[in-house]
């Protein structure tokens, strides 16, 4: 069943739609071979480094046994990657395990000609709409340690279609999050890192487990209007610190 639109949820709009985010990245696409500019950062540099500094810090070692994400090598997926901006960040701290996906290929365009022009090549995009393809047939079955995504939960809640779902009560776009989201993580021991600007953590917790993809909260970290939440498929009703960032 469709997930219903309560009073004060986010109604449609044009930042929902792969038409927009073709115009945008046609337009940064031409402002980076004219003028070198990269585009803009969404969500801005605090939110990236906010996500950074989690992921470092999960492979520190300082969560419980069990829940350490392995080491530099472990494969960071994002959700939605844009210009590539946040694993352009990560490339630089020594991860090597690294892809982008959007549906936008333009953005994929945009992303793989600043790498190229970063000699980060080993970063890896590709143009795929995750939320179409349930089977995981364009990753060939590899699922990643990590999954990020900064703003593409908020953009798909955005979506028409998902009014246009509801209307005749079937799944929309934002249903089939989760359970997308939870094809891509790699087993019980990978995690989900969503930043919202949109949600608040409790209705984070909450949207994540429609569908019974029971992804679970791990911690929150609040950034200006920002919400910045991990979630992790096997952690039901668990208590566990956060980590100090």
């Not at 549906?103 to 143009?127: C, F, K, M, N």
């Not at 990643?144 to 799944?171: H, S, W």
């Amino acid at each position: 069943m469709a997930q219903q639109l309560n009073e004060g949820d986010f109604g449609p709009s044009e930042l929902g739609t792969k038409v927009y985010w073709d115009r945008v990245y046609d337009r940064e696409n031409a402002n980076f071979e004219d003028h070198g500019d990269i585009g803009e950062v969404w969500f801005g540099e605090d939110s990236v480094e906010k996500m950074i500094d989690w992921v470092s810090i999960m492979m520190c070692g300082i969560t419980p046994v069990n829940c350490t994400i392995p080491d530099r090598t472990s494969s960071i997926l994002d959700l939605g990657c844009g210009n590539g901006h946040l694993l352009l960040e990560l490339a630089t701290l020594s991860y090597t395990d690294l892809t982008g996906i959007d549906y936008s290929p333009l953005a994929v365009q945009l992303a793989i000609s600043i790498a190229q022009g970063r000699d980060l090549a080993h970063i890896w995009y590709e143009t795929v709409d995750f939320l179409a393809d349930l089977e995981g047939v364009w990753s060939k079955g590899k699922r990643f340690d990590v999954v990020l995504d900064k703003g593409t939960y908020d953009a798909i809640c955005l979506n028409p279609m998902q009014t246009a779902a509801q209307a005749r009560g079937e799944r929309g776009p934002v249903d089939r999050y989760s359970e997308a989201v939870k094809t891509l993580i790699k087993g019980e021991n990978g995690w989900l890192l969503l930043t919202s600007c949109n949600w608040t953590r409790e209705e984070l917790v909450e949207k994540m487990k429609d569908g019974g993809s029971f992804l679970h909260s791990y911690h929150s970290l609040p950034l200006h209007s920002q919400n910045i939440c991990s979630f992790r498929p096997d952690l039901i009703n668990v208590a566990l610190p956060t980590p100090r960032i």
